[in-house]
C-alpha cells in the first residue's frame, strides 16, 4: 500500500518538480518569462500527454487470470455480472439468435 501511495504521489509531484526546474532555468538564463513560442508548448503538451497514457498502460495492468465475460441481460430480466473465466476452462456457449424470443 505504501508502495502505491509513493508511486501516486511522484506522479503527482512530477509536474510541479518539472515546472520549478524549468522555472530556475529560465531566470538564470536570462529569457523573459512568456517568451516560448506556441508550438513549442503545445508539441511539449502533447509529449507530455503521450508518456502518461503510455505509462497508465505500463503500470496499470488489468488481471490476466483469463478471458473475459461481459455483463449479459436476460431474457427473464436477470442480469449476470462481467466476470473473468480462468484459462482452460471452456467459455459459455452464446445462444442461437434464431432460437431467442424478442
Known amino acids: 500500500m505504501l508502495k502505491v501511495f509513493l508511486i501516486r504521489l511522484a506522479i ?14 529560465a531566470r538564470r538564463s536570462g529569457r523573459e518569462m512568456g517568451s ?5 508548448l503545445v ?3 502533447a509529449l507530455l500527454a503521450g508518456l502518461t497514457l503510455i505509462g497508465g498502460v505500463v503500470l496499470h495492468r488489468g ?6 465475460v461481459p455483463a449479459e441481460a436476460r431474457a427473464d430480466g ?16 452464446k445462444p442461437d ?4 424470443r424478442p
Open 12 to 25: 503527482f509531484a512530477l509536474p510541479f518538480a518539472v515546472y520549478f526546474v524549468w522555472r530556475d532555468w
Open 63 to 68: 488481471p490476466d487470470t483469463g478471458t473475459y
Open 36 to 40: 516560448t513560442p506556441w508550438p513549442w
Open 78 to 93: 436477470a442480469v449476470t455480472p462481467g466476470r473473468f473465466i480462468a484459462r482452460g476452462v471452456p467459455s459459455p456457449a
Open 97 to 100: 439468435p434464431e432460437t431467442r
Open 43 to 45: 508539441a511539449a503538451g
